[in-house]
C-alpha cells in the first residue's frame, strides 16, 4: 500500500504558475505509476498527467500540454506538476494517485486505487 499527500495548491491569477507535489509513503515509489486528476465543481474529473514507474515516460492530457509538466523525485519519493500559463478553466481540486498494476497503457485510468486526499487550484481571471 502507499499514502498520498498533495501540497501546493492555492490562488493565482490567469497566467501564473503553480507546483503541485505529491508525496508517496508506504510501498516503494517505484512500483507505481503516478497519475495526477482535476475534478471541478460540477463536472466530471479528468485525468490531467501521469508518469510511469521507472520514470521514463509521460502523459499530457491535450487540455493541459505545453503548459503542464509531471516529474518525479525517487529519491524523495514525491511526483511534482508544474503548471504554467494557468487559465480560469484549469481551476479544480487536483488528486495524485497511484497505480500498482503492470502493463497498462500510461494514458489509461485503468487501476488507479490509491488517492491522496487533494488540493484547492483556483485561478482567477
Known amino acids: 500500500q502507499v499514502q498520498l499527500v498533495e501540497s501546493g495548491g492555492g490562488l493565482v491569477q490567469a497566467g501564473g504558475s503553480l507546483r503541485l507535489s505529491c508525496a508517496a509513503s508506504?510501498?516503494?515509489?517505484?512500483?507505481?505509476?503516478m497519475g495526477w486528476f482535476r475534478q471541478a465543481p460540477g463536472k466530471e474529473r479528468e485525468f490531467v498527467a501521469a508518469i510511469s514507474r521507472d520514470s521514463t515516460s509521460t502523459y499530457l492530457a491535450d487540455s493541459v500540454k505545453g503548459r503542464f509538466t509531471i516529474s518525479s523525485d525517487n529519491a524523495k519519493n514525491t511526483v511534482l506538476l508544474q503548471m504554467t500559463s494557468l487559465k480560469p478553466e484549469d481551476t479544480a481540486v487536483y488528486y495524485c494517485?497511484?497505480?500498482?498494476?503492470?502493463?497498462?497503457?500510461?494514458?489509461?485510468?485503468?487501476?488507479?486505487?490509491?488517492w491522496g486526499q487533494g488540493t484547492q487550484v483556483t485561478v482567477s481571471s
Open positions: 494517485a497511484a497505480r500498482g498494476l503492470i502493463g497498462i497503457v500510461l494514458w489509461s485510468t485503468v487501476g488507479y486505487v490509491y
Open positions: 508506504g510501498r516503494s515509489f517505484k512500483s507505481y505509476d
